[in-house]
């Protein structure tokens, strides 16, 4: 059974920092194009950082450019999201999500996580 947990979420003031986990079972992330996503309250969700197996390649929303960094650790079978200088507008429910094609220019996402929140907020 495929599983994706996050894990890492909770309540930070602007301009702290925070580092999200995706901890994959019943997978090899690795093999995956493994993505960020976050839904705010009353919006979309919408894509954040994305990270492809295929060639390695980072992607990242404009609002993530800067501040946001996906990285992967083999050997957990586990991808990060470190989060810096985080504003309000961070503030949603963050998934986790894989796609067997690798790439994250072509990913529909097989699998999804249940979410963790972030709320920033002084």
């Known amino acids: 059974q495929v599983q994706l947990v996050e894990s890492g979420g909770g309540l930070v003031q602007p301009g702290n920092s925070l580092r999200l986990s995706c901890q994959g079972s019943?997978?090899?992330?690795?093999?995956?194009?493994v993505a960020w996503f976050r839904q705010a309250p009353g919006k979309e969700r919408e894509g954040v950082a994305c990270?492809?197996?295929?060639?390695?390649?980072?992607n990242y929303s404009e609002s993530a450019k800067g501040r946001f960094t996906i990285s992967r650790d083999y050997n957990q079978n586990t991808n990060y999201l470190q989060m810096n200088n985080l504003k309000p507008e961070d503030t949603g429910v963050y998934y986790c999500?894989?796609?067997?094609?690798?790439?994250?220019?072509?990913?529909?996402?097989?699998?999804w996580g249940q979410g963790t929140q972030i709320t920033v907020s002084s």
């Open positions: 019943g997978l090899t992330l690795a093999l995956y194009a």
């Open positions: 990270i492809s197996s295929s060639d390695g390649s980072r």
């Open positions: 999500a894989a796609d067997h094609r690798g790439n994250c220019r072509v990913a529909v996402f097989d699998y």
